[in-house]
């Protein structure tokens, strides 16, 4: 007779997994309609925050990306990122939206109360990246205050500086394929597949089709020698990428998140 019983708690892990995560949104809550994609395969390296500076340097920062793990207590970071709290405090500033395409043309300012309460819309599949708005950066010295409370992965790059870029993003929209200097991009809340390519790789894509029309129409066709590093990002984690190095978001969930940029001095 074979018991129920490892069944039966498995099933009921899943269920408390289920409810916390999904009563820890803090405003962040995402429809089940709403999700169009799960997450995927992890290729790439994962490592905890016993990682050294110097092995930081030797084995990753020039040359692959990787996923790091709970870095940091970001508690009130995470806090303060509620979406109530966002509106409260900082629902009257402007915040500049840009075309989620590639070379993202169209920039649009906003108030971050109507952004969030009009403009962020789950993706609709048929609507290419040069007609959805999306926030991503562009953030001035007004949200000085809330990056006090955020603390970055511990790693860094030499004769490099570091600066933010703070946004939120609805189910189903991201950034397609493309490049810049190196840096880390964590969740704070909802969870984000990424799409990675090494510099010599140019990947195969349409600058205004969506990472979601991408991964639905294109990726499953691709051969596995091309097929990109990829992993998925959830709250707690964040993600490396060197320099140079392709890259596209897709996000699963309604979602927070935060980038630390290197750049010369």
Same mark, same amino acid.
């Given at each position: 007779?074979? %018991?129920?019983?490892?069944?039966?708690?498995?099933?009921?892990?899943?269920?408390?997994? %289920?409810?916390?995560?999904? %009563? =820890?949104?803090?405003?962040?809550?995402?429809?089940?309609?709403? &999700?169009?994609?799960?997450?995927?395969?992890?290729?790439? =390296? $994962?490592?905890?925050?016993?990682?050294?500076?110097?092995?930081?340097?030797? *084995? /990753?920062?020039?040359?692959?990306?990787?996923?790091?793990?709970?870095?940091?207590?970001?508690?009130?970071?995470?806090?303060?990122?509620?979406?109530?709290?966002?509106?409260?405090?900082?629902?009257? +500033?402007?915040?500049?939206?840009?075309?989620?395409?590639? *070379?993202?043309?169209?920039?649009? =300012?906003?108030?971050?109360?109507?952004?969030?309460?009009?403009?962020?819309? @789950?993706?609709?599949?048929?609507?290419?990246?040069?007609?959805?708005?999306?926030? /991503?950066?562009?953030?001035?010295?007004?949200?000085?205050?809330? /990056? +006090?409370?955020?603390? @970055?992965?511990? *790693? +860094?790059?030499?004769?490099?500086?570091?600066?933010? %870029?703070?946004?939120?993003?609805?189910?189903?929209?991201?950034?397609?394929?493309?490049?810049?200097?190196?840096?880390?991009?964590?969740?704070?809340?909802?969870?984000?597949?990424?799409?990675?390519?090494?510099?010599?790789?140019?990947?195969?894509?349409? @600058?205004?089709?969506?990472?979601?029309?991408?991964? &639905?129409?294109? *990726?499953?066709?691709?051969?596995?020698? =091309?097929?990109?590093?990829?992993?998925?990002?959830?709250?707690?984690?964040? $993600?490396?990428? @060197?320099?140079?190095?392709?890259?596209?978001?897709?996000?699963?969930?309604?979602?927070?998140? &935060?980038?630390?940029?290197?750049?010369?001095?």
């Amino acid at each position: 007779m074979i %018991s129920i019983y490892p069944l039966f708690y498995t099933l009921l892990l899943l269920l408390l997994t %289920s409810s916390i995560y999904s %009563s =820890d949104n803090s405003g962040w809550y995402t429809d089940p309609a709403s &999700i169009l994609v799960q997450p995927g395969p992890c290729n790439i =390296d $994962i490592i905890n925050n016993s990682l050294t500076q110097h092995n930081f340097l030797t *084995y /990753f920062a020039y040359k692959k990306p990787f996923q790091i793990q709970h870095h940091a207590d970001n508690t009130q970071f995470r806090k303060a990122c509620s979406k109530d709290n966002l509106l409260q405090t900082y629902g009257d +500033k402007i915040v500049r939206l840009s075309t989620a395409n590639t *070379y993202s043309y169209k920039k649009v =300012d906003v108030p971050l109360r109507k952004y969030l309460t009009e403009y962020m819309q @789950p993706q609709d599949l048929k609507t290419p990246g040069n007609e959805t708005l999306y926030w /991503f950066g562009e953030n001035s010295h007004e949200w000085d205050s809330l /990056f +006090k409370k955020y603390t @970055p992965p511990p *790693y +860094k790059i030499p004769e490099m500086i570091e600066a933010y %870029s703070f946004g939120a993003a609805a189910a189903g929209t991201g950034v397609p394929f493309h490049f810049h200097g190196p840096g880390y991009a964590e969740m704070i809340y909802g969870r984000k597949r990424w799409f990675l390519y090494p510099p010599d790789k140019i990947p195969d894509f349409h @600058p205004n089709q969506t990472t979601l029309q991408w991964l &639905i129409q294109h *990726y499953p066709s691709l051969k596995p020698e =091309d097929r990109p590093f990829e992993c998925t990002i959830s709250p707690g984690q964040a $993600i490396y990428f @060197p320099d140079r190095w392709w890259h596209a978001t897709l996000n699963i969930d309604n979602s927070v998140f &935060i980038s630390t940029f290197h750049a010369h001095k």
